[in-house]
């Protein structure tokens, strides 16, 4: 017998991954504005918690923009080495005092828009630093979590100060985040 998805599961399905938790990212710098994202905790509760976690005790306040590809990403959140006015060449090397994530990998494709999980070679090395996508990258698919998706302000992303060579280090003054909070 086969059975057939109705009502609310078929829009669940259609709508994609529930987003109840989601971020408000307030950008200065080439780029000015905010920058909503609707959190998936369906598919990354661990990776969600721990963002929500750092963002709700202002640890991402601050904090740079370090590794920006055109084409490619924004990479922020190194909550250790990553504020304005510290080291900026450390920038990208650290995270947070909590212990690193074991990956949630899902089969939502990294395209436009996408919130990632910045590990290291690892798969379970993510801890606080995440990038967002200017473009679609089918490589990183199935290799690295996805935690949410901009909603709002995917122009604001868009405009943020690019890096130099083929790692994307910013320099100079890089974009910031200066507040970053949870919403409902």
């Not at 920006?68 to 060449?89: C, P």
């Not at 606080?128 to 979590?145: C, H, K, R, V, W």
Request: aromatic share 6%; charged share 20%.
């Amino acid at each position: 017998m086969r059975k057939f998805l109705t009502g609310t599961a078929l829009a669940a399905l259609i709508a994609g991954p529930a987003a109840a938790t989601g971020l408000k990212i307030e950008v200065a710098g080439e780029a000015n504005g905010t920058v909503t994202v609707d959190l998936f905790e369906d598919v990354a509760p661990k990776h969600v918690a721990r963002i929500t976690a750092l963002a709700a005790d202002g640890k991402y306040d601050g904090v740079v923009f370090h590794r920006v590809i055109d084409g490619f990403m924004a990479q922020t959140g190194d909550v250790e080495h990553g504020r304005m006015g510290s080291d900026m060449r450390r920038a990208g090397t650290g995270g947070s005092d909590m212990a690193d994530l074991p990956a949630e990998f899902s089969d939502l494709l990294f395209e436009k828009g996408v919130l990632g999980m910045a590990r290291a070679q690892n798969p379970d090395s993510a801890n606080s630093q995440f990038f967002i996508m200017f473009d679609e990258a089918p490589f990183l698919n199935g290799d690295y979590t996805v935690v949410g998706k901009v909603t709002d302000g995917q122009d604001v992303v868009d405009a943020i100060k690019r890096g130099t060579g083929p790692n994307g280090a910013v320099i100079g003054a890089p974009d910031v985040m200066q507040t970053v909070s949870v919403t409902d």
